[in-house]
């Protein structure tokens, strides 16, 4: 069982010697950042205030903290926090010491983090203590029973200790695990190495024009890729600028931060740049100082697409990434039917791109089909996941990214659909069978399908096609949506809809054909 999957010692030396790697670790990264912007002021939230040189003192504090715990390298630590300040020396701190942070986001529950301090044998938990309503200290009893290797469960504020003085780690290592947004049964995770997520945050950095003097307000949650590294808070510090951490990414809560901070950009997903462009129609609040909107995550129809410069006053960027890698911008100099109608274009020189049919086959320029991407920050196997690893990677390490796409002669990508079984809910991915599995833990049911239904606002949502077993009471979608929340699901898994038949539509060979449920057609 490999935990992680190197990069072929060729393609390693290439990555190199064009400089993407460069051979540098977080921790002297952020050395760097310390000696050049010091006193700046690199974190905000509410009225607190992180420098440059105070989040790197935070940093070794937390490293040595987690030391002092019996915390080493190599450990992995389970991270559930949400947008506050603490979650940068947190993990910055990790880095340093050499554990991995394994990323969560703050919607998910006891199903989530219990596979995944397990699947990790993760030694330590950090949670926020209570957060809007809820509170970790009851999920953290929880998982603590099925994950084994659980010894430490912290809150940031308990975390301050004597600097770290250890050695620093290797910038060849796995830095972190990502949760995959995932089509299988259960979570895959992402190993990123020091020089692979570095190269990324560094081009990124420069793609989107980050100087100084950029204030980035982090409003989706800070630990998924798009707000970490696209370019993220990692790309504005990189550029010496301000990161604003944003609580929530309603305009009742943002608007005031952005008037009130100056801030010049910040990244959404589809569903809330819409509701953003009502609410600043209608809006007194100065939203003036920004520049930038990133979004993405999900595919942004080109009609609110083209409403983003009028409303918002400020540029719109398309970014269509993956947590395992592959980042695609358009770029500022873009015409604008580019940067409105395609999803832009990748990261490195050295991103490489294949779209090909069902039989691995590349289709004619132009044409829709299958991405195919390999690369200097591209993961080449999931973490501790062999037999997975197999069918989501070609023979040549090319990773299968389940996308529909063409390619224009510009580089230009367009997302046309999806083939992996996967719900895009406004940015959130929902693997289908995670959710069909809880849902058939359930005795009255025979057989279900999970699939997506098309939302106006949320472009996507999920609808579950229940076959009920004969005999047995009738069930109601209340209560089958009871079923799967009582199994510890994070709330946007649970299914949106469903639907009670005695039969799924087949394909010719007698699958369940998704595609015809999805057009609701077959059923009965
Ligand atoms: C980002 O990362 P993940 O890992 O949550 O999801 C990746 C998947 C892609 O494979 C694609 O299916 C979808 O999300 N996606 C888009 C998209 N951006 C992502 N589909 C259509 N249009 C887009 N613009 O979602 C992510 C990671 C880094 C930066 C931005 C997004």
Not at 70 to 96: A, C, H, K, Y
Not at 259 to 264: L, M, N, P, S
Not at 304 to 309: D, F, I, N, Q, S
Not at 387 to 412: C, K, W
Request: aromatic share 8%; net charge negative.
């Amino acid at each position: 069982m490999n935990d992680f999957t190197p990069w072929p010692g060729s393609a390693a030396e290439r990555y190199r010697a064009a400089g993407y790697w460069q051979g540098e670790t977080f921790s002297a990264w952020l050395n760097g950042l310390a000696a050049r912007f010091g006193d700046r002021v690199a974190v905000v939230d509410g009225a607190r205030r992180w420098t440059y040189a105070s989040l790197n003192e935070a940093a070794s504090r937390t490293a040595g903290a987690f030391e002092d715990l019996g915390v080493s390298r190599g450990d992995r630590v389970v991270v559930q926090l949400p947008n506050i300040g603490e979650f940068l020396p947190v993990v910055l701190g990790l880095f340093r010491l050499g554990a991995l942070p394994v990323f969560t986001l703050p919607s998910h529950r006891r199903a989530e983090i219990g596979h995944i301090a397990a699947a990790t044998d993760a030694v330590a938990y950090v949670h926020p203590g209570v957060w809007e309503r809820f509170d970790y200290h009851e999920l953290a009893a929880e998982v603590s029973g099925t994950a084994p290797a659980l010894r430490h469960v912290i809150t940031p504020d308990t975390v301050r200790s004597r600097p770290f003085e250890g050695t620093d780690v290797s910038a060849g290592d796995v830095a972190f695990l990502q949760l995959s947004g995932g089509s299988t049964g259960l979570p895959k995770l992402i190993p990123r190495t020091h020089d692979d997520y570095l190269y990324s945050v560094r081009a990124s950095a420069e793609i989107c024009r980050l100087s100084s003097e950029t204030v980035y307000l982090a409003a989706l949650p800070v630990a998924h890729n798009f707000t970490m590294s696209s370019p993220g808070v990692l790309g504005v510090l990189h550029a010496g600028g301000r990161v604003v951490m944003c609580p929530a990414p309603s305009p009742a809560v943002a608007f005031p931060l952005i008037a009130a901070e100056r801030v010049t950009m910040t990244a959404l997903v589809p569903p809330l740049a819409l509701v953003w462009l009502d609410a600043a129609a209608h809006s007194d609040v100065d939203l003036s100082s920004l520049e930038l909107l990133q979004v993405g995550g999900a595919r942004l129809s080109d009609e609110a697409a083209a409403r983003v410069e009028p409303v918002l006053g400020c540029a719109l960027q398309q970014v269509f990434g993956m947590a395992e890698g592959l980042v695609n911008y358009t770029r500022h100099d873009d015409p604008p039917e580019l940067v409105v109608g395609t999803q832009g274009r990748p990261i490195s020189p050295d991103d490489e791109i294949r779209i090909v049919n069902a039989s691995d086959v590349e289709v004619a320029a132009g044409e829709v089909g299958h991405l195919l991407t390999r690369g200097p920050y591209t993961i080449r196997g999931y973490y501790r996941a062999d037999a997975h690893n197999a069918v989501a990677f070609t023979a040549d390490g090319f990773y299968r990214t389940g996308d529909l796409v063409r390619q224009l002669p510009s580089g230009h990508l367009v997302v046309e659909g999806r083939a992996k079984d996967q719900i895009n809910r406004g940015g959130e991915k929902i693997a289908a069978e995670e959710v069909e599995n809880h849902l058939l833990a359930h005795p009255a049911v025979l057989d279900v399908s999970v699939v997506a239904v098309p939302d106006p606002v949320l472009g996507e949502r999920t609808c579950a096609y229940v076959i009920l077993r004969a005999g047995a009471a009738a069930l109601t979608a209340g209560e089958v949506r009871a079923f799967v929340r009582s199994r510890g699901l994070a709330a946007y898994k649970i299914p949106d809809r469903v639907e009670f038949v005695s039969e799924f539509p087949q394909t010719a060979v007698g699958k369940i054909s998704k595609a015809r449920l999805r057009r609701g057609e077959g059923l009965s």
